[in-house]
Structures are given as C-alpha cells and as structure tokens.
C-alpha cells in the first residue's frame, strides 16, 4: 500500500494526558500537512511542512500542541495535557512539491478525550 | 476559519437522479478542488479546476467555476447508492499553499 497511513485510527485518553500520532506521507511527497476535522465541520489547517521543515502553524495549534517532521519522512503530532474540546478526527495528507497540487489524505487518527 | 461555504448543506436524493452542491469562497483563488468524504474515513481527491476555467468533466462529475462570483457548483450524474458521502469544496488563495475547506455537503442516495 503505497498511501498516507496514520497511527493509531483511534485514540481514547484521558483529560491530561499526552497522546501523539504518526503520519507516514506517500514516499515521493515533500509537502505534509495536518488538518483537524470536527463533526460536521471541514477539515481546518493545523501545520505544514516542506520536507523537514515546519513553513506555517495555524492559531488553532496552542503550545500544548507540537508538530515534527524529522528528515522529511514520516511526522508526528503530539498533544499534550489533553482537553475536551481537543476531541477530533486529526488527518494527515501529502502532496508533491507543487503548489496547486491535490492532496492525499489518510484515513485520520479519531482522538477521544474523556 | 473557512474559506467556503457550501449549499446545501444536506441532500437526500433517489437512485439516478441528479445531485448538485454549490461552493462560494471569499478570496482570489489559484485554484478549487472537490473531495469525497465516506463517513468515518479520511478524504478523497475528486476533481480540480484551474481559476482560468470554467467547465471540467471527469466520468458522472461535471465541475464549473464561476470567479465573477466567488463560486462552484459540483454536479452528480446518474447517482448511486456509493456517491452517499460527504462532499467539500477547498481552496487554494492567490499567494498561498494550503487548502482551506468548506462545511460540506452531506448527500444521501436512496436506493
């Protein structure tokens, strides 16, 4: 399977705790991006990276959240002190060094703070 | 915050039948994008359309752009029970790289 995959597909924690997800681009791909999706809602940008480095953060990522990109391969999203409203469907997707290109999406990492 | 706003924002239709979904967006584009959402699963490439075109066509998909008004429509032909999903609409700005999304539209086939 040569698409974006993510880890874990769900995530249930309690308030506090810290979670993390990985996200493995398709290989040839420099760009990564993270979105969040709530119910009912679009996806909304979190943070992009261009091989390993880390272009743009959304307002949306507070401190609790950090974003890496080593070596420009896989990335990881890790929060911490997990909240409520932290509750969400978080997904990863790649694309070609290309601006206007399409993005390809993984099925999503479904998080679930209690 | 969003860039598009898409209308309806749910659609129940019978097998066969015709399914259109309207996108408005804010600013200048580079291009607009449609995507496929199955419930609980990540999304799915449909269709781009450049912003120096107006009509775009790909299998039962057909695609306009209308930059006078800031807005697309996506039409479904001939539906099947599998076109049920959610359907958005996304933006790439004049000047940027990332896509921004709409609500979606939920669409229901009937069988």
């Known amino acids: 399977d040569t698409g974006v995959s993510q880890d874990p597909r769900h995530k249930i924690t309690k308030r506090g705790q810290n979670v993390t997800f990985r996200c493995d681009p398709i290989s040839e791909h420099n760009r990564l991006y993270w979105y969040r999706q709530t119910l009912g809602q679009g996806p909304e940008f979190l943070t992009y990276?261009?091989?390993?480095?880390?272009?743009?953060k959304s307002r949306l990522l507070s401190d609790r959240f950090s974003a890496e990109r080593p070596k420009g391969s896989f990335s990881t999203l890790e929060i911490q002190r997990t909240e409520q409203g932290d509750s969400a469907m978080y997904l990863c997707?790649?694309?070609?060094?290309?601006?206007?290109?399409?993005?390809?999406f993984g099925e999503g990492s479904r998080l679930t703070v209690l | 915050s969003q860039q598009g706003e898409e209308d309806p924002q749910a659609l129940s239709i019978q097998e066969g039948e015709n399914a259109t979904m309207n996108c408005s967006y804010k600013t200048s584009i580079n291009n607009l994008q449609w995507y496929r959402q199955n419930s609980g699963r990540g999304l799915v490439h449909l269709i781009l359309i450049r912003s120096n075109e107006r009509e775009k066509h790909s299998g039962r998909l057909r695609v306009t752009l209308d930059t006078s008004k800031k807005s697309s429509s996506l039409l479904i032909t001939a539906s099947r029970a599998a076109d049920t999903a959610s359907y958005f609409c996304?933006?790439?700005?004049?000047?940027?790289?990332?896509?921004?999304f709409g609500a979606g539209t939920t669409v229901t086939v009937r069988a």
């Open positions: 997707a790649s694309s070609r060094d290309r601006v206007t290109g399409e993005l390809f």
């Open positions: 996304a933006t790439v700005p004049v000047n940027d790289y990332k896509l921004s």
């Open positions: 990276f261009q091989n390993e480095a880390q272009l743009e």
